[in-house]
């Protein structure tokens, strides 16, 4: 059992907890059991998933994170990183860190023949900033709102509009 802040959460079975589709677009045909938002709640500081990916399909948008750290091991099938300019080849067993702040672009896709699973771990930081770099946008969590991407184009000076 795991306590927070003199709470007990119970475990829980990963077949309770139901598959959520995530993408709206075509591409991106990610489905997910979020298993810590399952057992802890939507504030618990750390996500724990387990993610199926079909063949040929792509998790997210190519990303990183200013505060959070991510983790993923390959459960069953594989994958490709895309990790920066470079493309590495991952299988079962393999795993992959990005550390916070690492101002290097990843994304994954599955090359392999059949659906591709994996255990996520990464942190759940309400002040996050994360950075798309093939769309130039940036979402900031610390804003609160649903509205917090951003197109980094329309960057300005700290003194614009304060004359």
């Not at 591409?27 to 057992?39: D, M, T, V, W």
Request: charged share 25%.
């Amino acid at each position: 059992m795991t306590e927070d802040s003199g709470r007990t959460f119970a475990p829980i079975s990963i077949n309770d907890v139901p598959w959520t589709e995530w993408s709206d677009v075509p591409r991106f045909g990610i489905r997910y059991k979020h298993l810590s938002l399952a057992a802890l709640g939507e504030d618990y500081r750390i996500g724990v998933a387990i993610e199926e990916l079909p063949p040929g399909m792509q998790t997210a948008p190519t990303h990183y994170h200013i505060f959070e750290e991510e983790h993923l091991y390959v459960l069953e099938g594989s994958l490709t990183l895309r990790l920066g300019d470079g493309r590495h080849t991952m299988k079962t067993g393999d795993y992959v860190c990005f550390p916070a702040g690492r101002k290097v672009g990843h994304s994954f896709i599955n090359s392999g023949p059949g659906p591709c699973r994996t255990l996520m771990i990464g942190q759940r930081n309400p002040n996050e900033v994360c950075v798309y770099p093939d769309s130039n946008k940036l979402a900031v969590d610390a804003l609160r709102t649903r509205q917090n991407i951003f197109d980094m184009a329309g960057i300005r000076n700290y003194w614009d509009g304060e004359a």
